[in-house]
Each structure stands twice: as C-alpha cells, then as structure tokens.
Nanobody, 121 residues
Framework: QLQAFGGGLVQAGGSLRLSCAAS???????MGWFRQAPGKEREFVAA????????YYADSVKGRFTISRDNAKNTVYLQMNSLKPEDTAVYYC?????????????????WGQGTVVTVSS
C-alpha cells in the first residue's frame, strides 16, 4: 500500500527525488519520510499534512530537503538537494495521523519498503 522508490548513488552535493506511491486509503493521512543508516536507529526526516499545507523537517535536512505531495496521484515526494555522505541511508515512507511534530517512528503504523540512498564523498 506504500511503495518508496527513487533511491540511488549520487555524489556529494548532488540531488535525488524520492517518491512514495500510496493507495488512495492514505489520502487523508499525514505522510512522513524516515531513514536508517547502517548501525543506527531509524530517524525522522520530514512530514507533511494530509492537505499538503503543513510540513515539518528534521534540523539536519532543513533547507536542503523538501517534502511535497500530489493527492491526485496519491504520491508523496522528497526532493533532496545538497546531499552529504551522512545522508546515506535506507529511506522509508510512512503514513498515519499524528501531529507533524511527533517524530518518533512509533507514531506511524503504516510503512513502505525502503529505498537505498548512497552519497559518495
């Protein structure tokens, strides 16, 4: 019901756009992006309200990443610019109904499979 794609290998300073295709069941859900680097816990990246009017970002990506959604296409995007090696991780999209500022992964109960992003230095 949630499928993330668009990952790949990119050099530092480059850009990638991730997409998350969701079933129409999630059109009224907030959507989030999380990531998990090897040996680390899953961490919040960004979230967007069901309407798309509100967004929330982790400090580590603020100003570099942009989350958006197209409800007509049931798709959420994560535009990642100025990528750094420390952005290397498996990226996951998730859906649920928490306030955007609740960034714990446990706040989200619906998850897609991950897509791998590797940023080389």
């Amino acid at each position: 019901q949630l499928q993330a794609f668009g990952g790949g290998l990119v050099q530092a300073g480059g850009s990638l756009r991730l997409s998350c295709a969701a079933s129409s069941l999630f059109s009224n859900y907030n959507m989030g992006w999380f990531r998990q680097a090897p040996g680390k816990e899953r961490e919040f990246v960004a979230a967007i309200s069901w309407s798309g009017r509100s967004t929330y970002y982790a400090d580590s990506v603020k100003g570099r990443f942009t989350i958006s959604r197209d409800n007509a296409k049931n798709t959420v995007y994560l535009q990642m610019n100025s990528l750094k090696p420390e952005d290397t991780a498996v990226y996951y999209c998730a859906a649920d109904l928490p306030p955007l500022s609740r960034v714990a992964s446990t706040e989200y109960h619906y998850w897609g499979q991950g897509t791998v992003v590797t940023v080389s230095s």
